[in-house]
């Protein structure tokens, strides 16, 4: 399953948003996130008179026209402040953040909503994500997403996928932030039970998305969508091969 973002690649313009969401109905995507971040972040940009925040309406219509089609639409949050204000909406999934898994005042409302929360780990040590899963009451609604949030290859460890799915026995999958989609293909060895991939509404000249080095273009979606597909494919068929050759040395005349 691949989980599109659009973080605040909109930049609170509902122009955008809505190009944006426009897609997602009509591709064979099922999930979306839209990302509300610090409540500082958007107060910082206020004073430059750009708002990021886009209407709680928009969000509402969202769902329902997603419902239609049987669709999803998450929500990635990381400060309570922020959050509050569109706390009353039912998003189908959330997104915690990494700047957030020891936030256990995010957590709290999370808790309450009562539905799938996705874990970005960054670069959370094994007692941050511990005690960030252990504030979650209902642990099996928790996953894990295995981030590297740094463009360098040296820094890109995706077996890290395999045992932090030994350590924690929850579902992990990739969230791609590289400047190269090579590792979204690669990360399909490790089997992970989905993948996050950020997007960008369209191109013009001189502008810089918040998440733009590591975020694809909408019309680069399903073609990274197909080719992790035939990776997944060919990595099955090799993995059989290399079974049924160490099944076949275990078997004595």
Known sequence: MIILEAGINHFGKLRLAKKILNFFLNSSFSHLTFMIHTENFYNQFKKKNINFYLPKNFY??????????????GLAVCDE???????????????????AITNKKV??????????????LGKGTK?????????FKLKKKVKLIYTSMSYS????????????????SLKIGYGHH???????????????????I????????GRVYPDDNHAFFLNELETIKKNITISEKIIRKKKAKIKIKLDAKKIRL
């Open 60 to 73: 509402l219509k969202a769902l329902e026209q997603a419902h239609k089609k049987n669709k999803k639409i």
């Open 81 to 99: 402040k922020s959050f509050f204000f569109y706390k009353e909406i039912n998003f189908d999934f959330y997104k915690l953040l990494s700047i």
């Open 107 to 120: 957590i709290n409302i999370l808790n309450k909503k009562k539905k799938e929360v996705y874990v970005s």
């Open 127 to 135: 007692e941050n994500i511990k005690k960030c899963i252990n504030f």
């Open 153 to 168: 290859e040296n820094d890109i460890n995706l077996e890290r996928i395999s045992e932090l799915r030994n350590l924690f």
């Open 178 to 196: 590289h400047n190269n989609p090579l590792p979204l293909f690669l990360s399909s060895y490790f089997n992970p039970s989905f993948y996050f």
């Open 198 to 205: 950020y997007l960008k509404p369209e191109y013009k000249k």
